[in-house]
């Protein structure tokens, strides 16, 4: 079943009173429409607030609101958010972040609805307050997704586009050979912002062909040698954090397809030949599902306890500190 056909999706929300102006000229406000934002304004989100949990149903096209489903921890089913603006923030450490600023229709309550996490005493600066994000979709945002077109090897060393494979095919794995899928998700998101994804180059770490994948998702990396981040060859590395501006790069414009592989367990595939991550199943990954999807993954996956692949996480900060090119297999892209 494609996330597409099914009646409702989950989000996030928080009280608009929970995210505040900790410096600059709206000191002490909380965050607030685009009119009366203040581009530079650094927020903070309150550690004591508690995320409310959304079901939501889009409204006609031409609306610019979702409508509440039941479950959701605010209003009642039929009730609608109406999207007011996106704010577009920034992290110290350079990260985006995308909140959609919304009203309750009819109580007139504010909520901000954070499109990734949003960390507690962490200072985010406003970049960009708009009005005008009609092709922004409110979608369930699967971290670790691949694009359209991708090549997955299967067993045998024959590869086949992403989008071509089913529910039951056998897929290569790193550890476990020959493996079947047993679901594949998949959102079309605008390319833009949080959601546009990253292109790594064709040979920049031995790839065939130019890898697209979210920027969550994780490439498997094996180190050689005694130069080694993090102590240990096997390295699992967001594909934001290899971004160089050169050989690996945002690519934004127009729409994604971004599709997602889960098998019983958290796996290592093949894309474009190279290792990366499958869809790890816990209580983080299913949160961001819809309800009946979420419900259909517990069946099948009891307890929640997909275990990550084993490798050491590598940190934005430990690549800057270190020349990515050490990692890469080749040079400057044309």
Request: glycine share 8%; hydrophobic share 40%.
């Amino acid at each position: 079943m494609s996330q597409q056909s099914l009646p409702a999706h989950s989000a996030h929300a928080y009280d608009a009173a929970a995210i505040r102006v900790a410096s600059g000229a709206n000191l002490g406000d909380t965050i607030a429409a685009a009119e009366d934002c203040e581009i530079g304004d650094v927020y903070r989100l309150d550690p004591q607030a508690s995320s409310l949990s959304l079901l939501l149903l889009p409204a006609r096209h031409e609306e610019r609101c979702q409508i509440l489903a039941d479950g959701s921890d605010i209003g009642m089913p039929g009730d609608r958010l109406e999207l007011l603006s996106l704010l577009t923030l920034m992290a110290p450490d350079g990260d985006k972040l995308d909140i959609l600023f919304v009203r309750h229709e009819e109580s007139g309550a504010d909520f901000a609805m954070p499109l990734s996490p949003m960390v507690a005493r962490v200072d985010y600066t406003l970049l960009a307050a708009q009005t005008d994000f009609s092709d922004i979709r409110i979608a369930d945002i699967i971290h670790a997704s691949f694009a359209s077109g991708t090549m997955v090897t299967l067993p045998g060393g024959a590869q086949t586009a992403i989008e071509a494979l089913q529910p039951g095919d056998q897929v290569l794995t790193r550890d476990h050979g020959p493996q079947p899928i047993r679901w594949i998700g998949k959102a079309t998101l605008r390319a833009k912002g949080s959601f546009a994804p990253v292109v790594i180059s064709a040979g920049t770490l031995g790839n065939l062909g130019d890898l697209v994948v979210s920027p969550h998702h994780r490439i498997f990396i094996y180190q050689r040698g005694q130069q080694r981040l993090g102590g240990t060859a096997e390295l699992l590395a967001q594909a934001r954090y290899l971004v160089d501006d050169n050989v690996v790069f945002r690519r934004e414009g127009g729409f994604v397809d971004y599709y997602s592989l889960l098998f019983d367990q958290h796996e290592i595939i093949y894309a474009e030949g190279i290792p990366a991550e499958s869809l790890m199943v816990n209580q983080t990954t299913v949160n961001l599902l819809p309800e009946e999807l979420a419900e259909d993954i517990k069946t099948r996956f009891p307890g929640l306890s997909q275990l990550q692949h084993f490798g050491t996480e590598a940190r934005r900060e430990e690549l800057d500190a270190a020349s990515r090119e050490g990692i890469f297999k080749r040079g400057k892209r044309s």
